[in-house]
């Protein structure tokens, strides 16, 4: 009797599951549900340590100028058009437009772009822009090392045809927050001296 009922239990959850997933079909929900979950997990895997500027600034004193590099750049963005050398071209022209030197400096300014792609035609990307500058370790002074001191970063949705141009904005974006804590902490320095 016992297991007639667990039977007809484990029909009705069957069925319950059947109705389900036939709902799922018909709203597409299961798709959306993946595509959230992957967006979720593209968010968790960005290396970035902080997604917005302000508390950061003030490591950027007495920065004199940026090296620009590219970090991670996945195969997906490469493909549809953004490739190392682009985004070095947009972010040198930007700081430029800002009036913050780039050239050969200590301080290094690391753009990674990391993406997830989505069998429509939408991808989902995870922008990064991070300083490095040296330091010195506090038990050893003679040991130096490259660290990151301020972090920023966008996730973003985007069809593949407007990629190209919604990595250049976001990129612009983070720029200009670097810029503005750039410039807020160095211009007191500047004031300061005769």
């Known amino acids: 009797m016992a297991t007639d009922s667990l039977f007809t239990q484990s029909l009705a959850q069957r069925s319950l599951l059947c109705r389900l997933c036939r709902l799922c079909r018909l709203c597409r929900l299961c798709r959306l549900c993946r595509w959230a979950i992957l967006s979720i997990v593209l968010l968790f895997s960005c290396p970035s340590q902080a997604f917005s500027a302000g508390a950061d600034a003030i490591t950027l004193d007495g920065v004199k100028g940026f090296r620009i590099e590219v970090g991670t750049l996945s195969r997906a963005a490469r493909s549809?058009?953004?490739?190392?050398?682009?985004?070095?071209?947009?972010?040198?022209?930007?700081?430029?437009?800002?009036?913050?030197?780039?050239?050969?400096?200590?301080?290094?300014?690391?753009?990674?772009?990391?993406?997830?792609?989505?069998?429509?035609?939408?991808?989902?990307?995870?922008?990064?822009?991070?300083?490095?500058?040296?330091?010195?370790?506090?038990?050893?002074?003679?040991?130096?090392?490259?660290?990151?001191?301020?972090?920023?970063?966008?996730?973003?949705?985007?069809?593949?045809?407007?990629?190209?141009?919604?990595?250049?904005?976001?990129?612009?974006?983070?720029?200009?927050?670097?810029?503005?804590?750039?410039?807020?902490?160095?211009a007191a320095g500047s004031l300061d001296s005769p």
């Open 80 to 186: 549809l058009g953004v490739d190392s050398v682009r985004l070095k071209i947009a972010a040198r022209e930007r700081l430029r437009r800002t009036s913050i030197p780039v050239g050969d400096f200590p301080t290094v300014l690391v753009l990674s772009l990391h993406t997830s792609e989505h069998p429509s035609s939408v991808l989902a990307y995870c922008l990064d822009v991070e300083v490095r500058q040296i330091v010195h370790l506090t038990r050893t002074e003679q040991v130096t090392m490259l660290a990151p001191t301020w972090a920023a970063g966008q996730l973003t949705l985007t069809l593949r045809t407007s990629f190209v141009h919604s990595v250049e904005a976001a990129l612009g974006s983070l720029l200009d927050d670097l810029a503005q804590d750039y410039r807020l902490v160095n």
